[in-house]
């Protein structure tokens, strides 16, 4: 699990929150895969270390952050996030593609691939 890891890069899962989603985010040069979660979530912790493989393998093309709704509601409900998990794809500050609830790594790889 990522512990406040805010600003890490190269090294798997970023936390973001409300006021760094922006610049971190929507104005990223690379493609970025928001994972909404929240601690209690079961299926959040369950994809969690499929998310953060993906970071590593994906490292300097795709960045892989988390948003803690709990500590961060403002931004999911920006977004409309009314289950979780939600990850979100956004490249350029638009919303390329999203997934809900527990998936397989196929259905991450396949959301990421289709921007890569």
Same mark, same amino acid.
């Given at each position: 699990m990522v512990e406040g890891g805010e600003g890490r890069k190269g090294s798997?899962? /970023?936390e973001v929150g409300d006021?760094?989603?922006e610049t971190e985010v929507l104005k990223s040069p690379? *493609? /970025?895969l928001v994972d909404f979660w929240a601690e209690?979530?079961?299926p959040c912790r369950a994809?969690? *270390?499929t998310l953060e493989q993906l970071a590593r393998e994906y490292d300097g093309r795709v960045k892989v952050v988390?948003?803690?709704v709990d500590e961060n509601p403002a931004t999911p409900s920006r977004y409309s996030v009314r289950a979780i998990p939600t990850v979100l794809l956004i490249e350029g500050g638009e919303i390329r593609g999203q997934l809900q609830g527990a998936r397989p790594r196929s259905a991450f790889v396949e959301l990421i691939?289709?921007?890569l």
């Open positions: 798997g899962i /970023v006021q760094d989603f690379v *493609p /970025v209690w979530c079961a994809i969690a *270390p988390k948003v803690n691939e289709q921007v």
